[in-house]
Nanobody, 119 residues
Framework: VQLQASGGGLVHSGGSLKLSCAAS????????MAWYRQGPGTERDLVAQ???????NYADSVKGRFLISRDAAKNSWYLQMNNMKPGDTGVYFC??????????????WGQGTLVTVSS
């Protein structure tokens, strides 16, 4: 299974970006889809998560500004980022818990896409 993230770039404070992640390979189902962020000198932290296509979780710092969504038919998910702040700067990684058959689930990571928010 491979995850391909895209959509990063440079944006001014207050601007918007949309990240995309597409999963390919041996996929029975994707149980969890998420985005993580690793800022300069910081650990990789959860930004947003969608579980079994339903409940979503967001980091407190992005609530009300970011929206995670998915297209199950395309094995893809997205992160719409609005009213962005310099603190949103970092490398964004997509992450998924993929069931490769009925019995086995594994965690996979995308390669990361850089987002830079200028003040």
């Amino acid at each position: 299974v491979q995850l391909q993230a895209s959509g990063g770039g440079l944006v001014h404070s207050g601007g918007s970006l949309k990240l995309s992640c597409a999963a390919s390979g041996r996929i029975f189902s994707i149980d969890e889809m998420a985005w993580y962020r690793q800022g300069p000198g910081t650990e990789r932290d959860l930004v947003a998560q969608i579980i079994n296509g339903g409940p979503t979780n967001y980091a407190d710092s992005v609530k009300g500004r970011f929206l995670i969504s998915r297209d199950a038919a395309k094995n893809s998910w997205y992160l719409q980022m609005n009213n962005m702040k310099p603190g949103d700067t970092g490398v964004y990684f997509c992450n998924a818990a993929v069931r490769v058959d009925r019995n086995y689930q594994y965690e996979f990571w995308g390669q990361g896409t850089l987002v830079t928010v200028s003040s």
